[in-house]
């Protein structure tokens, strides 16, 4: 019986500059918040737009929105992303998880149709932030993707004592270093160790998605014996 898996979208399968973002914040690209400064030493360590811009959730989702609707051009798939998801639905239904909002979902899914056309997504989850867990406990997720260290903080607090749910930790390239997350259900990839180091952005990607290839199989061996 095949289990199911779910990815994050942003930083896992599709990416864009966030520098880019950040300088048409601080140039007023979102007139009702004016010129907005960001604060890249907070960002770089804790990863919050919120606590790095002086904004709330409910202000930078439609700007974030904005930023990505006027540029579409700017999003980019994460280089070995298709291969393997296409690859990994051999053993487990797909779901995506992200905090794009329901106001990105169209524009969500025609870069996915451009891009990753081929990979069958049973749902899609688009107002997650901070609660993906709910998402991965309605489908019986067992395997979550993510490259956001505080969300995976949040889904392990959120699924309480749950010992059957694995988070596999993507490369983030958000700060200096990536956080190390003590607990048997995180499952660190060795290239997030690499972040920061010679390897280019890209080659680190690819080491992670070649990686995931690999030990997706022997992770759902139990449930699929």
Not at 46 to 55: D, L, P, R
Not at 77 to 104: F, S
Not at 115 to 130: K, T
């Amino acid at each position: 019986m095949k289990e199911h898996l779910s990815v994050d979208f942003d930083g896992v399968v599709g990416h864009y500059e966030e520098e880019r973002y950040f300088e048409w914040l601080e140039k007023g690209g979102y007139p009702e918040l004016g010129r907005v400064n960001v604060d890249r030493a907070v960002f770089s360590q804790a990863h919050n737009w919120e606590q790095a811009t002086g904004c709330t959730s409910a202000q930078l989702t439609p700007a974030f929105a904005r930023f990505i609707l006027a540029n579409q051009h700017l999003q980019k798939t994460i280089p070995g992303a298709r291969e393997a998801l296409i690859e990994i639905n051999r053993y487990g239904y797909l779901h995506l998880l992200t905090a794009r909002g329901k106001v990105l979902q169209q524009t969500t899914q025609n870069f996915l149709t451009r891009h990753c056309l081929g990979v069958p997504f049973l749902s899609y989850n688009w107002d997650s932030y901070g609660k993906k867990a709910d998402p991965i406990l309605e489908h019986s997720i067992r395997i979550h993707i993510e490259d956001c260290a505080q969300e995976t903080k949040a889904i392990l607090e959120q699924i309480g004592d749950r010992s059957d749910i694995l988070i596999i930790q993507f490369p983030s390239f958000r700060g200096p270093t990536q956080e190390t997350i003590a607990d048997d259900r995180v499952y660190r990839l060795e290239a997030c160790d690499q972040v920061r180091c010679l390897y280019l952005r890209e080659q680190l990607w690819q080491l992670a998605w070649k990686e995931i290839r690999a030990i997706v199989p022997d992770l759902l061996a139990p449930a699929l014996a």
